[in-house]
């Protein structure tokens, strides 16, 4: 059975600049959840997609969003990127039944330059 | 005060030693316990994932649960050099406003041959 699948891997931006990146969840599950990772603040919430809807959202800037496709993959966008949010940006799959196991995925380092 | 609160270490131990690893919890919404283990440069693998107070076995992994004192550990009993990476403790629940898994900050971990 296939893992989660982030791409790219890797991003350099400038800072201005907007970012889109892709989570393909583990297939079946129906949940896509999205985290920031920085050695300061460790894994933060960002927000999670079950069934194309935003269910549940973290305390970040309108600047980031996402969206969910009708075949669970989500994708996250960074608008007017800063230079803080270089991150590891994970993204966690799971069946989206209340508390079940999240699955992350390796993540998409973005550096902000 | 944070609603998880983990010991960042560094932790250094020798090859064959027991390993305890601790989180505490303010929160009483918090249902689901889990444990990842991250290793550099990757995305964060769950290693353990209770509902109810108590002990879990998994191998050479225990996870233990007291909800009473809000108080999640994990022990690795035999530790390998293998086990070097940063642990760190999930807890799903109504966190913030919103339905989400709260983590906290990790502890590096290294075992030494």
């Known amino acids: ?113 | 005060q944070k609603e998880v609160e983990q010991d960042p270490g560094p932790l250094s131990v020798p090859e064959g030693a027991i390993v305890s690893l601790n989180c505490t919890y303010s929160n009483s919404a918090f249902q689901y316990f889990m444990w990842y283990r991250q290793y550099s440069r990757k995305g964060p693998e769950l290693l353990m994932y209770t509902y109810s107070s108590g002990n879990k076995e998994d191998g050479r992994f225990t996870a233990q649960v007291d909800k009473s004192s809000k108080y999640i550990s994990l022990f690795i009993r035999d530790s390998q050099p293998s086990d070097s990476a940063t642990y760190l403790c999930a807890m799903f629940g109504s966190g913030a406003g919103s339905y989400q898994l709260t983590f906290g900050k990790g502890t590096k971990l290294s075992v030494i041959p």
């Not at chain 1, 989660?4 to 989570?23: D, E, M, W």
């Not at chain 1, 992350?104 to 330059?113: A, E, P, S």
Request: one cysteine or more; hydrophobic letters at 25%; a positive charge.
């Open chain 1, 1 to 113: 059975k296939a893992g989660v699948t982030q791409t790219p891997r890797y991003l350099i931006k400038t800072r201005g600049q907007q970012v889109t990146l892709s989570c393909s969840p583990i297939s079946g599950h129906r949940s896509v959840s999205w985290y920031q990772q920085t050695p300061g603040q460790g894994l933060q919430f960002l927000f999670e997609y079950f069934s194309e809807t935003q269910r549940n959202k973290g305390n970040f800037p309108g600047r980031f969003s996402g969206r969910q496709f009708s075949n669970s993959r989500s994708e996250m966008n960074v608008s007017t990127l800063e230079l803080g949010d270089s991150a590891l940006y994970l993204c966690a799959s799971s069946s989206g039944t209340g508390g079940s196991e999240a699955f992350f995925g390796q993540g998409t380092r973005l550096t902000v330059v």
